[in-house]
Structure formats: structure tokens, C-alpha cells
């Protein structure tokens, strides 16, 4: 069985450009949570999405930050106009679900290193 | 926030056990108890978790308390490869909203020694 696919592994952005990170969830999987890891510190919750619908975004920067989960296709996280503090690692995972059940085991994939010059 | 506390660090000596204590008193009673371990510049890799009932898995065992308010990890025999970070994390379930999700805390660095 294939993990949590993340591309790309490494992306290389200048200030103002736009960055787009991709995730596709374990087979079977429809839940999909992004989160990111700054240099020397803790994974941070950004966002928890369902095919077609956000469930919790409540860590996502307000501003520049967008994620989605179409019907088809990998989730994308996107970051407009980055700037040199978005540099940091950014990890997708995923977990099927079961309505009324929070014991699901949850994967995480190898992340998306950013690094914005 | 986390609603975990772990200690900073830890040793461990090649081929003992690894015990790595985890405090949650505020947990509540449909939360799970995950425990996750991260490699210098790798993804989290999912160890286990559970409830209320120890849990055992190739891996590694977890032991809760009755009360439910800590855990420990036990690695039963440790190898050098076993070093990492060690993240004990409660699921948060938001009744309202449906979300549920892990909040990370520090963890512990654990270091397996020769």
C-alpha cells in the first residue's frame, strides 16, 4: 500500500512568488490534515479537510494561505506571495473516517521542504 | 494547545527498554492517546495509540493509567536507530464542528546510547 504521497519534496521559491503543495491520501483515506514544522521547532495544525470541505482551518494564516480537497485529484495547499518566514516544512497526513469514531490512525507523509530566497 | 506534558529529554542504553512517561490529566473521555516519533528531517511515523486498554503492536506497548491521566511508551528493546523525538498527543474532538485533530506538544528527544 502507498503512504501519504507528498510532492514536491523540495521547492525553491523567491519572495512574491506562489507555492502550491500536494497530497494524495492513502488509498481509502478521505480526510486529510496539513500541518507545518518551522526549523528547530513543533509541527503546527494548519488545516483539516474533507473531500470538497473544510472542517477546520483554524491554524491557517488568515492571509496568502489557501488549501483545498476536490473531488478528484490531490489536496493542495497553496501560499501566495510567499515570504522568507513561510520557509519551513510542510507535512500532510491523512486517516479514513468513521462517523461517530476518533480512533482512527492517522498517517503522515515525508513533507514538503519550502525554501523561499 | 498540547494537552500533554513530556520531559525534555531522555537516555537510553542500547537493547534496554525505553520507557517514555506521558502526563494528560485533562483528557476527556472519548479521546485517544497517539503516540508518534519523528526523525531528524523525516515525517512523523505513527507508533500507536489507544483509549483506555494497554496496547501492543510490532513497535512497541502503551500503558495507560486507570484514570486515563498518563500513559507510557515502552520500546522494549532499543536500538540505536530508535532515537528521535517522541510525541505523545491526545486527539482533540470538537463535538461542535466535527474536528479532530492532533495538536503536537515539544516531545522528548530520546537518545539511544552504544
Known amino acids: 500500500n502507498a503512504g501519504v504521497m507528498q510532492n514536491p519534496r523540495h521547492l525553491v521559491r523567491r519572495r512574491g512568488q506562489e507555492a502550491r503543495l500536494r497530497c494524495s491520501p492513502m488509498k481509502g483515506h478521505s480526510h486529510v490534515y496539513w500541518y507545518r514544522q518551522l526549523p528547530e521547532e513543533g509541527l503546527k495544525f494548519m488545516v483539516y479537510?474533507?473531500?470538497?470541505?473544510?472542517?477546520?482551518e483554524s491554524g491557517m494564516p488568515k492571509e496568502r494561505f489557501s488549501a483545498e480537497f476536490p473531488k478528484e485529484g490531490p489536496s493542495i495547499l497553496r501560499i501566495q506571495q510567499v515570504v522568507r518566514g513561510d520557509s519551513a516544512a510542510y507535512f500532510c497526513?491523512?486517516?479514513?473516517?468513521?462517523?461517530?469514531?476518533?480512533?482512527?490512525?492517522?498517517?503522515f507523509g515525508e513533507g514538503s521542504w519550502l525554501t523561499v530566497v | 494547545d498540547a494537552k500533554t506534558t513530556q520531559p525534555t529529554s531522555m537516555d537510553c542504553a542500547e537493547g534496554r527498554a525505553a520507557n517514555l512517561p506521558c502526563n494528560h490529566s485533562t483528557i476527556s473521555g472519548n479521546e485517544y492517546v497517539y503516540w508518534y516519533r519523528q526523525i531528524h528531517s523525516q515525517g512523523p511515523q505513527y507508533i500507536i495509540h489507544?483509549?483506555?486498554n494497554n496496547e501492543t503492536n510490532e513497535m512497541a506497548s502503551l500503558i495507560i493509567t486507570e484514570d486515563r491521566k498518563s500513559s507510557t511508551l515502552i520500546l522494549p528493546h532499543a536500538t540505536l536507530r530508535d532515537t528521535a523525538v517522541y510525541y505523545c498527543?491526545?486527539?482533540?474532538?470538537?463535538?461542535?464542528?466535527?474536528?479532530?485533530?492532533?495538536?503536537f506538544g515539544k516531545g522528548t528527544k530520546l537518545t539511544v546510547n552504544p
Open positions: 489507544g483509549l483506555k
Open positions: 479537510l474533507q473531500k470538497e470541505n473544510i472542517i477546520d
Open positions: 498527543i491526545v486527539r482533540v474532538v470538537q463535538t461542535q464542528g466535527g474536528s479532530e485533530k492532533l495538536v
Open positions: 497526513a491523512s486517516s479514513p473516517f468513521v462517523a461517530g469514531f476518533s480512533g482512527n490512525t492517522i498517517y
